[in-house]
Structure formats: structure tokens, C-alpha cells
């Protein structure tokens, strides 16, 4: 009997103490979350920065370090031909550092008294990745995408060809450029976001520009012909290169080839001479038939002005290449002729100048 009474009060010290422990334990944790009530619970971060038991002025400072500062870094803005802007994202990025403080504070204003305790005296951490809480003003970045692109547009330039004396001088084609001002705010506003701000050091982006194709480009001037009556010389060119030199015989004073711009619209083999009914002609035949005497030759290049050619001659008049004797064609030596019309198309470009 007297063993059980003993017993019974052991137990009843050993219950009073474990109260009195748990109690004090109980009470130390009330007083650790009242001291801490101020501060950010352990296991919270913000872009990768630890905030845990921070202040609410320790907290901001580090929100601004972490994500403010990189986030309204000027960005390089480039466009073509070297040309560069600095964009300052201040006024277009907006960062709600209060919003972050509050998603900080979460867990522990979220957490009930008991989980706050559990934390406290088991130390287990209550954890929360504070995201970035931001806004970009796409509208902004409008209005200066498009001032940029007054500076980046441009049309397309042809390309051009003209005769210098006896040559020709190409000026090549310049490409033009149209900002696609779309795309370009959506890259600008992605550059801008915070996953970009905060995963890279680079804080440069390229606008995006439509190229241009002119018209004409320098691909486009193959063959042509400058014919100079001066030299009784017939050029053939690739674009500005000289391809081959032909002797000529141009039109006398009397009948006097004719000078511009032309262009090549038959080449015929074998044809028939006809009497174009001219005084000059007026003692010669209807026809004469084709071949090596025939007063053209076996091959003719017609150009868009009546009855004048770049033709063969017969071997009576092969003395009158670099003269001035015929009425108003080219004459051409045949083996020449024959050489100039496998070279040429219809359309090939003829100019005829003193």
C-alpha cells in the first residue's frame, strides 16, 4: 500500500514538471513570436535572395537590390547599319516592391498561431519563393518603337545603268527597310520582363526589320550594246563589263543611223533582202534572195526602229567596215555578226550614240 502511494506521487511530480516545461517551453515560443512578429519567417527568398529574419526596411532594401536594380538597367537597342539606342526602362517598368513585401509577410500572417510555434521551437522553416511582381507598359514601348522606326525605314533604291561615253556605270541597288513594329515591342517588353532581367547580364536587343528587295537589282542588267558612230564601233557588255568590240559601218551623212535608246526586237537568219522602196533602192530588185551576196548577210539583228539592222554584207563591201557608207544600218563583218547574234536576246539593250 505504502509502495502504490509513493508511486502515485512520483507520477504526479514527474506530470506537474513536464506541465511546467511545457509551459515554459509554450511560453518562450509565445515570446519568440511575439519578438519576431516583425520580421520575415526563415525560408523565404526572393530572386535567389535569402530573406529570412529580415526587417521590413532590410527586406525592401534587398527587393531592390535583387530585383529593382537589374530590372531598370538601360537596355542597347540596335537597328541597322550601326545604328543604337539606349532605352532606359524606368517610366515603362514598373516594380510593386510593396506587393513583394507583402508575399514575404505571407507565411507568417497566413500561419496559425500553432504552426508559428511549431516553427519556432522546432525550427522549421517556412518557405515561400517571392516572385518578382512587376508591370511593363507595352503602350510606352509603342511610342518609341515607332520614333525609332522614322530613323530605320527607308525604301528600296533600283538599281541603275547609264552610258558614261562608251561604257556603262552600274550603281547598285540599296535594300530597303521596314520595322516590324509589332514584333519589335513584344521582343522589347520580353526583354524587359524580369526572367530576362534577372537571367542575364546582357541587356541588349536588335529590332526587327523587314528587308526590302528593290525592283531592279544589279542581277538584273545582263547584255547590252552601246554602238559608238564616231568609231564605227559596236560594244557588247555584261552588265559593266566589256564582253567584245565589233567594227561597223555606220550610216553616211546622208542617211545617218539613228541615236537613243533602243532595244533588240528580231534577229533573223537567212532572210530575204527587200527593196524598202527608196530612192537609193530604186534601180535595185524586189527581193534578193538569201545568202553569203545577199546586201544583208546570212544574219540580222533588228532593233525597234523601221529598217534599221546590225547585219552581215557581202564580200564586195567588206572595205566599207570603219567608214561610214551605209544608209543609215550597221554593217558588220558576217563572221562578226554571227558572233553578236549568239550573244544576244530580243530585248537586249541598244544604245547608239556619236
Not at 526572393?46 to 525592401?60: C, F, I, K, N, Q
Request: with cysteine; charged share 20%.
Amino acid at each position: 500500500m505504502k509502495a502504490r502511494v509513493i508511486i502515485g506521487r512520483i507520477a504526479l511530480v514527474l506530470l506537474a514538471t513536464l506541465l511546467l516545461v511545457l509551459s515554459a517551453t509554450l511560453a518562450y515560443g509565445v515570446v519568440l513570436d511575439y519578438q519576431s512578429r516583425g520580421l520575415v519567417t526563415e525560408g523565404v527568398t526572393v530572386a535567389g535572395t535569402d530573406l529570412s529574419g529580415m526587417t521590413e526596411a532590410e527586406a525592401r532594401a534587398a527587393i531592390e537590390e535583387a530585383v529593382s536594380t537589374p530590372m531598370l538597367r538601360p537596355v542597347t537597342v540596335s537597328g541597322i547599319d550601326g545604328q543604337s539606342w539606349t532605352l532606359e526602362p524606368d517610366g515603362i517598368v514598373t516594380i510593386d516592391v510593396d506587393a513583394m513585401i507583402d508575399a514575404a509577410y505571407a507565411p507568417r500572417r497566413s500561419a496559425t498561431l500553432a504552426k508559428r510555434l511549431s516553427s519556432h521551437l522546432a525550427e522549421v522553416a517556412l518557405p515561400a519563393d517571392v516572385r518578382p511582381v512587376y508591370s511593363v507598359d507595352k503602350d510606352a514601348i509603342a511610342q518609341w518603337v515607332a520614333l525609332k522606326a522614322t530613323e530605320v525605314n527607308r525604301k528600296p533604291v533600283n538599281a541603275k545603268r547609264k552610258v558614261v561615253k562608251y561604257h556603262f556605270k552600274i550603281t547598285p541597288e540599296v535594300y530597303g527597310a521596314r520595322v516590324d513594329q509589332a514584333e519589335s515591342v513584344d521582343a522589347i517588353a520580353n526583354t524587359l520582363s524580369a526572367e530576362a532581367a534577372l537571367g542575364t547580364d546582357s541587356r541588349s536587343i536588335a529590332l526587327a526589320v523587314d528587308e526590302i528587295k528593290p525592283k531592279i537589282t544589279t542581277k538584273k542588267f545582263k547584255a547590252a550594246i552601246i554602238v559608238s558612230l564616231n568609231q564605227c564601233k559596236i560594244r557588247l557588255y555584261k552588265g559593266d563589263k566589256l564582253v567584245k568590240t565589233y567594227r561597223c559601218a555606220p550610216g553616211r551623212p546622208a542617211f545617218p543611223t539613228p541615236t537613243g535608246e533602243f532595244k533588240v526586237v528580231t534577229k533573223l537568219k537567212n532572210a530575204p533582202w527587200i527593196n524598202p522602196g527608196s530612192d537609193w533602192a530604186k534601180n535595185m530588185p524586189a527581193s534578193i534572195p538569201p545568202g553569203p551576196y545577199n546586201p544583208m548577210g546570212v544574219r540580222k539583228i533588228g532593233i525597234n526602229y523601221a529598217g534599221v539592222f546590225m547585219h552581215g554584207i557581202p564580200p564586195s563591201e567588206f572595205g566599207s567596215i570603219g567608214t561610214h557608207a551605209s544608209h543609215g544600218c550597221m554593217r558588220m563583218m558576217p563572221s562578226d555578226v554571227a558572233d553578236l547574234f549568239d550573244r544576244v536576246k530580243i530585248g537586249t539593250p541598244v544604245y547608239i550614240k556619236y
